[in-house]
């Protein structure tokens, strides 16, 4: 591609301040040049509006690629599924003969797993290799990524405005459940089973054909399948997607009025869309990124809000399973191989050995046992500890198994939703629950279940828990099992029905129902996958609480750099920005450097904010009014006359500051403490008769609501005076009201943060990434590099959480650090101002 010399102007929407040319300015030179630049623009809202011309204006760079959209993706999806269950029935009467095949319920068929071969052990099958002939031609094009669903919303917006908005191709990308417009599956709330349901319904689609060319034989279950999963309405999803500019909400909008799955519409428009719009979870996810389609290769990736990035690809290849998942995998997969071995290959059942072997001795090395109940196995030695990869197979006996062939059978061979498959299968039958129950001591009478619904539960009832409460009463009889799974699954539904009543069940029932709810085996496939990375890039965490089902195995991620290396390989340019990037090194030298990337090719470029410096006062605070010393450690912040000292400060700032006061605490626990104590003492109802106060919740639905009522609260209190003079917002470090949400104008007229969000150093996982930091990283101006994450973690939830104030030029506000430790974090403020006392209590 021929380097092209920066246009004189770029077309913003306004007049631009010259920091932001400069942006623009250094910003197309690192795109041209092919570098990876590091971008900090912390000035508020206008920070999207630049961020978003920058992509515009490269689309200059785009090829004039004429459209064109094969089929060739929605076969690789839609035909998967349905050439399986072909190799299935090959197999099987290649193997098991017809006599044997008979002996299988039609609905049971589709279970059975393909003859398997790995790589080692043959060549692509001729006819199913993938022609990269018929495979779409993808543009030139920005990928473009942030965190969180409303910020993509709001950068699409901005896109709709600009001089672009009605020539680019833009699509937007997102989860099913943002995406799917499926009422029935909508209903399930939770992701994973969202997904495990969309799944299962496009199988059942597959198979449609198929049973209507078994008509002579017997006929099978009606089964759900999604009205909005079909191809031609899918295309014309596409098609509109690319011709106008849609955020999420339209593109869900579009969806419904046109009878077509915006998840998979979306995805087909990918080739053709000049700029991508995605979370950078999908991105940053090589699985996700090549299920979707996506592909890096020679293009433009930027990644806004990066401030928490590695965090971010440390959290998204980690991976944990508690023993009741790894007891229930086993469960289920050793009895789907009892009742299908006679039907399976040699190859199959050598892997599906395999699989349960591992989740034997995983399930051992918690010390328990995988043929009793998880929740009744107590654990002798309780406690936490951390293993190396290669130690943990060892201790656990697994070392001399191939965990690179094995994830890729559990890839290629499907077989958790084989298992999953089950489940829904049992979920057909629902509108025969009342018959069975009322014919099920009948059935226990004579030894048999003969309805003819019965069939579909039969599937089902060597699938359920069978941990009925002590170990021998895991091994009965057959038809005592098929009894008891039967009963299970009535109960089962029962609660389901019953879950809109009160809860009777205990906490830790609750939770193991959840996790039965959806497929344990594709929890434990991540955890498999995990443990393919290198010995020295994680480690693995044995987590032994009071019972086996209540511990748990997880994976913790030490290098990022290794999951990242291939996004700057690949793309043409990568940009991370964000409003507060300081310390940039981390990001340089943990990420950048380690990833393969050559110091050269790294730019790095800040601009300062645009806000006057009479516009904002920082204030390091170290003594409250009655010359109490402000120190917030965790063995001096539960002391009554330290949460007494923070309540004095707010209520003195309360009766000078107008609008809204933010007030961050470090955690929810202590927020709730000093809540708690305030409420005691009398001072809350103090602070209440000067400024309504809120509370952060816990839940995301309820964010929302409470800053509607906030921002109306203030609006009302400076419309009509009075002596109430605003509101006060008690908010959590790292919560929801940190990051994301734009306190302007009266919203935050003072942000306080009551002590310095220090990390818990007692915290197995971070002296673990302290260890690995100081064995691999260098010094850095003479401190450790253990020592300099503890600082940085802290400083960049502090700067996250201040940074909610003061959002365009005209806007002002004041800044309190309410702890005689934050002078350490002065570097971070422009002009700070330090002081030992304020004003004094007024009672």
């Not at 300081?582 to 990833?595: G, S, Y």
């Not at 409250?624 to 000292?645: K, V």
Request: aromatic share 6%; net charge negative; hydrophobic share 35%.
């Amino acid at each position: 591609m021929e380097s092209a010399a920066a246009p004189s102007r770029f077309p913003f929407p306004f007049a631009p301040y010259r920091i932001q040319e400069q942006f623009m300015e250094a910003l197309y030179g690192a795109l041209e040049a092919g570098r990876v630049g590091i971008f900090e623009s912390p000035t508020g809202t206008e920070e999207q509006i630049r961020r978003k011309k920058r992509e515009d204006r490269l689309e200059k760079i785009q090829h004039n690629v004429q459209l064109k959209y094969a089929a060739k993706r929605k076969r690789c999806e839609e035909d998967e599924a349905k050439r399986l269950l072909q190799l299935s029935k090959e197999a099987l009467s290649q193997g098991a003969g017809e006599g044997a095949l008979d002996q299988l319920d039609h609905n049971e068929e589709e279970l059975i797993l393909a003859e398997y071969e790995s790589d080692d052990e043959k060549k692509m099958v001729s006819g199913l290799e993938e022609d990269d002939d018929l495979e779409e031609e993808h543009v030139t094009k920005i990928y473009y990524c942030s965190r969180t669903h409303s910020q993509l919303s709001q950068f699409v917006h901005e896109v709709q405005k600009s001089p672009f908005g009605k020539n680019i191709r833009l699509v937007s990308l997102g989860s099913r459940q943002n995406l799917c417009v499926n009422e029935e599956v909508r209903r399930l709330g939770a992701l994973q089973l969202i997904n495990d349901r969309c799944m299962e319904m496009q199988k059942n689609k597959h198979e449609k054909k198929s049973n209507e060319e078994n008509e002579g034989k017997k006929r099978r279950m009606s089964r759900a399948i999604c009205p909005f999963y079909s191809f031609e309405q899918m295309q014309f999803l596409r098609d509109e997607v690319l011709v106008e500019v849609k955020d999420i909400e339209q593109l869900v909008s579009l969806g419904r009025e046109t009878k077509a799955c915006p998840y998979y519409g979306s995805r087909f428009a990918i080739p053709a869309a000049q700029l991508v719009v995605l979370p950078y979870q999908m991105l940053l996810h090589e699985p996700t990124r090549n299920a979707a389609g996506i592909k890096l290769k020679d293009q433009v990736v930027i990644i806004d809000e990066a401030h928490n990035l590695i965090d971010t690809i440390t959290c998204i290849h980690s991976a944990e399973v508690s023993g009741s998942q790894l007891c229930c995998a086993h469960s289920q997969l050793s009895q789907y191989m009892e009742r299908y071995r006679k039907h399976l290959k040699a190859k199959n059942l050598m892997y599906i050995k395999q699989i349960l072997y591992l989740l034997e001795q995983f399930v051992a090395m918690l010390g328990g046992n995988v043929n009793q109940n998880p929740g009744c196995q107590a654990v002798s030695q309780t406690g936490t500890v951390l293993k190396s990869i290669n130690d943990f197979l060892f201790q656990s006996q697994t070392d001399n198994i191939n965990l690179f062939k094995v994830q890729r059978y559990c890839e290629k061979s499907l077989i958790s939703r084989k298992v999953l498959a089950l489940r829904f299968c049992g979920q057909q039958c629902s509108n025969a629950v009342s018959h069975l129950q009322f014919e099920t001591e009948d059935a226990a009478a004579d030894g048999s279940l003969s309805s003819p619904s019965c069939s579909a539960n039969e599937l089902l009832l060597g699938f359920v828990e069978r941990y009925g409460g002590t170990a021998s009463a895991v091994k009965t009889s057959k038809e005592n099992q098929k009894l008891a799974g039967l009963q299970d699954f009535l109960l089962t539904l029962q609660q389901g029905s019953d879950k809109e009543g009160t809860p009777q069940s205990l906490p830790v029932e609750a939770e193991h129902d959840q996790l039965r709810t959806s497929s344990p085996l594709m929890q434990i496939e991540g955890f498999l996958s995990a443990l393919t990375n290198a010995n020295q890039d994680g480690r693995v965490i044995l987590n032994r609480q009071g019972t086996v089902g209540q511990s748990s195995l997880k994976f913790l991620l030490l290098n990022p750099a290794v999951h990242f290396a291939k996004v700057v390989e690949e793309c043409r340019a990568v940009i991370i920005a964000g409003g507060t990037m300081q310390p940039v090194a981390d990001f340089r030298e943990q990420l950048l450097c380690r990833a393969g990337v050559d110091p050269a090719r790294i730019v790095e470029f800040s601009c300062g904010h645009v806000i006057p410096p009479e516009n904002i006062l920082p204030i390091i605070l170290c003594s409250g009014p009655s010359n109490q010393q402000l120190e917030f450690t965790y063995q001096t912040r539960d002391l009554p006359q330290m949460m007494d000292e923070t309540g004095r400060i707010l209520y003195n700032l309360c009766n000078v500051i107008p609008g809204g006061v933010v007030c961050f605490f470090p955690s929810y626990e202590y927020e709730k403490q000093v809540y708690g104590h305030w409420e005691k003492t009398g001072l809350l109802s103090r602070l209440a008769a000067k400024k309504k106060i809120f509370q952060e919740p816990k839940k995301a639905n309820q964010v929302e609501q409470v800053l509607v009522e906030y921002a109306k609260c203030i609006k009302c209190c400076s419309q009509t005076g009075g002596q109430m003079t605003g509101a006060l917002l008690l908010s959590v470090v790292g919560g929801k009201m940190s990051e994301g949400i734009n306190f302007s104008d009266d919203l935050g007229r003072c942000v306080i943060m009551v002590g310095m969000p220090y990390p818990n150093i007692r915290s197995p996982e971070l002296q673990e990434k302290m260890t690995w930091l100081d064995k691999t990283m260098p010094r850095a101006a003479g401190q450790a590099p253990s020592r300099v994450l503890i600082e940085n973690l802290c400083m960049k939830a502090v700067n996250q959480s201040i940074g909610r104030a003061i959002r365009h030029q005209k806007d002002f506000a004041s800044i309190l650090l309410l702890d005689h430790s934050s002078i350490e974090a002065s570097w971070m403020l422009c002009d700070v101002e330090r002081t030992d006392g304020i004003c004094h209590y007024e009672d």
